[in-house]
């Protein structure tokens, strides 16, 4: 049974930091490209960052790029997502989602599996 479980949200206060994580079970994580996306209140699920499954190549929603950023580490079958500057903005539930052999790819329809959230306030 595939299992993707997020962890590391909370209340920041804007400017602030925080470190997602995401392990993942039950899949071959290695051959699995991994994304984050997030969803505020009242509106769609929003792709974040992503990063593929072979050359590890990293893709930004604009919104993000220069303050996330996502990396892996195969042998703890775990996706991180570094926030930094983080603004009242960024306020929303977290996910993370697998997508085998996967480029990394900003449809959410991609991706095969997803995490239950974690969720992330920003205050100002």
């Known amino acids: 049974q595939v299992q993707l479980v997020e962890s590391g949200g909370g209340l920041v206060q804007a400017g602030g930091s925080l470190r997602l994580s995401c392990a993942a079970s039950?899949?071959?994580?290695?051959?699995?490209?991994m994304g984050w996306f997030r969803q505020a209140p009242g509106k769609e699920r929003e792709f974040v960052a992503a990063?593929?499954?072979?050359?590890?190549?990293?893709n930004y929603a604009d919104s993000v790029k220069g303050r996330f950023t996502i990396s892996r580490d195969n042998a703890k079958n775990t996706v991180y997502l570094q926030m930094n500057s983080l603004n009242p903005e960024d306020t929303a539930i977290y996910y993370c989602?697998?997508?085998?052999?996967?480029?990394?790819?900003?449809?959410?329809?991609?991706?095969?599996?997803w995490g239950q959230g974690t969720q992330v306030t920003v205050s100002s």
């Open positions: 989602a697998a997508d085998l052999l996967g480029p990394g790819a900003r449809g959410l329809h991609e991706y095969d599996y």
């Open positions: 039950g899949l071959g994580f290695s051959n699995y490209a």
């Open positions: 990063i593929s499954w072979s050359t590890h190549s990293t």
